[in-house]
C-alpha cells in the first residue's frame, strides 16, 4: 500500500485544474475555431479542401458525393465529427456567405433565406477552379511543411499555399474559449491592389491603403453607412459597421408606388429575412404604419425582392427610415479581425494581415523556386552528361560491349576504371581510364535509348539544354533579387485579379442617421372587455352598445377608456400591472382576444385580479384598499399615475392580500364584512389618507381565524343590500360605528 501511495503525484487541485483548461482553450484557439493568417482558414476549410485535393476532385473532373468527401476527411484528418465538415463544406460552396466561393456545389447548398442544404448523401461537389488555382497549385513543389494527423498515419498541410489573401477576401467567423472571430469579406481586385502597393512600399499607412480597400465588400450587396468609421476599424482591427439593405421606390399606375428590398445587410442571411418580414407585418398590425397595403417576398435564385406595396400618398421617406430604425433592414456587423499568427491568437489590423500575407508570399516563392532551381540543376547535369556522351559515344559503346557487369561498366565511367573490360585497342582504354562522368549522368547514359543518337535527336538534346540554363538562370535571378520575386509575386496577383476579379457590391458612404416621426394615433374612445379567463379585447363604443346585453353578461370586467390610455390592474399581491391599450387587440365583438398575461406582467397562475380601471380616470380620483387582515387606507389617484409597466400599489403585512380596491368618496358609507359575518359600518371620512408605500390602518378589530371578506361603498340613504351566506343584510340599516371595532353579527 505504503508502494502505491509514494507513486501518487500531489498536486494542488487549482492548479491542475487551471493547467488543464488552458491547455483545452488553446487547442479549441488554435485547432478549431479561428483562422491561420496565413491561409486565412480555420483548420476543418483547410483539411476538407486538401482532402479534395488528395482524391483528385478538381474543377475538370465529375463531381463527387459529398458522403465520401466529408468520410475521407473525418477519417484521415479531422475526427471531430461528420457535421462541422459537412457543414464548413456547404459555407464554402454558399455564394451568399462568401466572397469567393472554394467548392463548387451540386444540388441542393441551401439559400441566402436560411434554408438548411441536402443531407450529404445526396448533395455533390467539387473544388472551383480558383481554389486549385490559388489555394491548392504547388502543392508538390515542397512550399509548406507537412506534419503528423491525429494518428499520424498520414501527413496533413500545415498551411496551405494560398496565393491571395483570403482572411481578407473570404472573411471568416469563429467562437473560440475567451475569444472570437468576426472578419467580413472583401473585394478580390480591391484587395490585390492594396497588397501590390505595400509590396511597393512597406512603410504605407492604414489610411493609403484604404485608397484601395474602400471596405467590406459582402456577397449581399448593401450600404456601408459609417464610411468615417472605417480607418479606425483597419487600424485596430475591432469596432462596428453599420450596413443597410439597398431600398427602391417603384411608381405603379393610378399614383401608387411600392418599396422594393433588392439588397439586404450581411447580418440578414439566413432567417433574418423571415424575421424581417414578421417585423413588417408587426409594424402594421400595431398601427406603427397605416402606408403599408401588403408585403410579399418575389425572392428568387435571381436575388433578393422583397415588396411592399403602399397606399397612395404614402410618406415613402420617412417610411424607409422606419425599417431602417424598427427593423433589421439597418443592422451592425461587429468587427473583431482576430487570427492566429505565429502559433497564437493576434487582433490584427488591414496592413498587419497584408503584411503577413506578404511574408508569406515571399516564403512560398522562395521554397518554390529553391525547388524548381533544384529539379533543374540536375537536368542540366543529366544534358551535359548526354551531350558528352554523344561526342564519345563509340568509346562508351565500346566500354558497355566489353563489360562484364552494369557495375564494371558505371565504375569505368563514373571513375575510368578500365581493369575488368576488354577493350579493342589501348588508346582505347588511355580514352576510357580519363571519362570522369558524374552519379546522375551515368544512370542517364546507361538508360538512354538508342534513337537519341539520331541527329535531329542530338540538337533537340541541345535546345533543351539551352532553355535549361535560361530556366536557371531566371530562377537564380528571381531568388537573389527581391525585385524579380516581388514581380513574379505581383503578375501571379493580376492574373488572379484578371480572371476572377468582379465589380464592388457593397456601397461604402456616409450616410445620415435614420430619423422618423411616429404618427400619432388618431384619438378614440374604446370599451375594454376582459372575461373570467382572462382573455381581452377592446371594441368601438358602438359595437358595444349594439351589443350591451351579451358583452355585461359575458365579460367580468368592463372599463370605456381611450385607445391611447392604459388600464391598470390592482392584484391580491398588491400589485398593479399596467397594459397599454394599444397593445391589446381591436376589432369585432365576436373575436376571442389574447390573454391578459400576454401583454403584461401579470400572472394569473401566481395572483389574483381585485380590480381593473382605466389609467386616466384613477388620476382624478382617490382609492380605497382593504386587506385580508382588516388593514384600511386611502390613496390618491395620481400615486398610481408612473410609466412602469409593474409597481407595488401597497403595503401588505406578512400573509397578508389585498381583497378590495374601489374608488372612494367623502361622502360614502363603507361596510366591511368579516368571514364569520361581522358587519362594521362607518364614515368613509374615518380612513386615513396614506402613501401607496403604506400599511395603513385597522378597520376592523378580527376574531382569531376571522379575516375581511369584503369591503362595500355605498351613499347615505340610499337602499343598499348584499346577500350573505344566502341571507340579505341591508347595509344602510347597519348601525354606523367607528373605524377599528368588532362589529355586529348578523342572524344567520
Known sequence: ??????????????????????????????????????????????????????????????????????????????????????????????????????????????????????????????????????????????????????????????VLPVRVPNLLINGAEGIAVGMATSIPTHNLGEVVDAVKAYMKN???????????????????????????????????????????????????????SQLVISEIPYTMVGSGIGKFLNDVANLVETKKTT???????????????????????????????????????????????????????????????????????????????????????????????????????????????????????????????????KFKSNISRKMAAMLRFTERQATAILEMRLYKLIGLEIEALQKEHEETLKNIARYEDILNNYGSMSDVIMEELDAFKKEYGRKRRTVVENAEEAVFEEKKIEEQEVVFLMDRFGYAKTIDISVYERNKEAADNENKYIVQCMNTGKICIFTDTGKMHQVKVLDLPYGKFRDKGTPIDNVSNYSSAEERIVMVCDSEQ??????????????????????????????????LQDEDEVVSVQVINDNHQVALQSKEGFFLRFPASDIPEKKKGAVGVRGIRLKKNDELEHAYLFDEGVESKVIYKEKEVALNRLKVSKRDGTGTKTRG
Not at 451592425?332 to 497564437?344: C, D, E, K, S
Not at 387582515?629 to 399615475?641: C, P
Request: some cysteine.
Open 291 to 421: 402606408d403599408i397595403v401588403d408585403i410579399s417576398n418575389q425572392s428568387s435564385k435571381e436575388g433578393i425582392r422583397i415588396v411592399l406595396e403602399l397606399k397612395r400618398g404614402a410618406d415613402v421617406e420617412n417610411l424607409k427610415n422606419m425599417l431602417y430604425k424598427k427593423t433589421r433592414l439597418e443592422d451592425t456587423f461587429g468587427v473583431n479581425m482576430l487570427a492566429v499568427a505565429n502559433g497564437r491568437p493576434e487582433t490584427l489590423g488591414l496592413k498587419a494581415i497584408i503584411e503577413h500575407h506578404v511574408d508569406f508570399q515571399f516564403e512560398l516563392t522562395t521554397r518554390k523556386y529553391k525547388t524548381l532551381l533544384a529539379k533543374e540543376l540536375e537536368r542540366k547535369e543529366v544534358q551535359e552528361g548526354l551531350i558528352k556522351a554523344c561526342d564519345v559515344i563509340d568509346l562508351i559503346i565500346e566500354i558497355l560491349r566489353g563489360s562484364k557487369s552494369v557495375k564494371d561498366a558505371r565504375n569505368c565511367l563514373v571513375n575510368g576504371v578500365t581493369d575488368n573490360i
Open 1 to 158: 500500500m505504503s508502494n502505491n501511495e509514494s507513486q501518487i503525484i500531489r498536486t494542488e487541485y487549482s492548479d491542475l485544474m487551471k493547467k488543464s483548461y488552458i491547455d483545452y482553450a488553446m487547442s479549441v484557439i488554435i485547432a478549431r475555431a479561428l483562422p491561420d493568417v496565413r491561409d486565412g482558414l480555420k483548420p476543418v476549410q483547410r483539411r476538407t479542401l486538401y482532402d479534395m485535393h488528395e482524391l483528385g476532385i478538381r474543377y475538370d473532373k465529375p463531381y463527387r458525393k459529398c458522403a465520401r468527401i466529408v468520410g475521407d476527411t473525418m477519417g484521415k484528418y479531422h475526427p471531430h465529427g461528420d457535421s462541422s465538415i459537412y457543414e464548413s463544406l456547404v459555407v464554402m460552396a454558399q455564394d451568399f456567405k462568401k466572397g469567393m466561393v472554394l467548392v463548387d456545389g451540386h444540388g441542393n447548398f441551401g439559400s441566402i433565406e436560411g434554408d438548411g442544404a441536402a443531407a450529404m448523401r445526396y448533395t455533390e461537389a467539387r473544388l472551383t477552379k480558383f481554389a486549385q488555382e490559388a489555394y491548392l497549385s504547388d502543392m508538390d513543389k515542397n512550399v509548406v511543411d507537412f506534419g503528423p494527423n491525429f494518428d499520424e498515419t498520414e501527413k496533413e498541410p500545415i
Open 618 to 651: 384613477m388620476r382624478f380620483a382617490k382609492l380605497l384598499f382593504a386587506t385580508k387582515q382588516g388593514m384600511v387606507k386611502r390613496v390618491e389617484g395620481l400615486e398610481f399615475h408612473v410609466t412602469k409597466r409593474t409597481i407595488a400599489a401597497t403595503k
Open 202 to 256: 512597406d512603410e504605407i499607412s492604414t489610411k493609403q491603403l484604404m485608397k484601395y480597400v474602400k471596405g467590406p465588400d459582402f456577397p449581399t450587396g448593401g450600404i456601408v453607412v459609417n464610411k468615417d468609421d472605417l480607418l479606425e476599424i483597419y487600424e485596430t482591427g475591432q469596432g462596428k459597421i453599420k450596413i443597410r439593405g439597398k431600398v427602391e421606390v417603384e411608381e405603379l399606375k393610378g399614383g401608387k
